[in-house]
């Protein structure tokens, strides 16, 4: 399916997440399966990092006092009413546990896309944008998707957070 000319698939988010799954695990957290749940919370979850030790039931189901952060995680970034539905799930964890920190990572960005400001709603919480200017396919035709040192930032950031 394609929105405003960028193609939408399910597949490309299932292997962003596996793939972020696998880099996090390499860097020492304590990652879930993707697509879990929150007890308290009504919406399915990319992935979550849980505290030392913990481990959910059936690797799908946790109680909030089990997580130390929760992704939204996209391949590449907004469409519209995103942010506010990003901000409503996002709201929705801190319910259950305030104390429970909420990402959102877009891998790879067009910054010269129509909904990109969109992402800068985001509110208070985390935002990660490895970004590039051009469109994907042109990007990576001319080698130009460059490294911005987001992923350093980011996982500074998840060691403060880990308990």
């Keep these: 399916m394609k929105v405003d000319g960028k193609l939408v698939d399910k597949f490309t988010g299932a292997i962003t997440v596996e793939l972020l799954k696998k880099k996090l695990i390499e860097e020492g957290f304590n ?9 308290g919370v009504p919406y ?9 030790g913990e481990r959910g039931k059936e690797n799908l189901f946790y109680s909030p006092k089990q997580i130390a952060v ?12 995103d942010p506010e539905k990003i901000n409503k799930f996002f709201n929705s964890v801190k319910k259950v546990n305030k104390s429970i920190k909420c990402v959102y990572l877009a891998v790879s ?22 970004k590039r200017d051009t469109g994907l396919e042109r990007a990576k035709s001319r ?3 460059k490294i911005t040192g987001n992923w350093d ?6 060691n403060k957070w880990k308990a």
Aim: hydrophobic share 40%.
């Design 44 to 52: 399915e979850i990319d992935l979550l990092i849980l505290k030392k």
């Design 153 to 158: 930032k980011l996982t500074e950031l998840l």
């Design 70 to 81: 929760v992704f939204e995680v996209k391949f590449s970034g907004a469409y519209p009413g």
């Design 31 to 39: 990652v879930s399966n993707r697509d879990v749940y929150i007890k």
């Design 143 to 145: 080698n130009e998707l």
């Design 109 to 130: 960005e067009d910054i010269k896309y129509k909904y990109y400001p969109e992402e800068k709603k985001l509110g208070d919480f985390s935002c990660f944008l490895l």
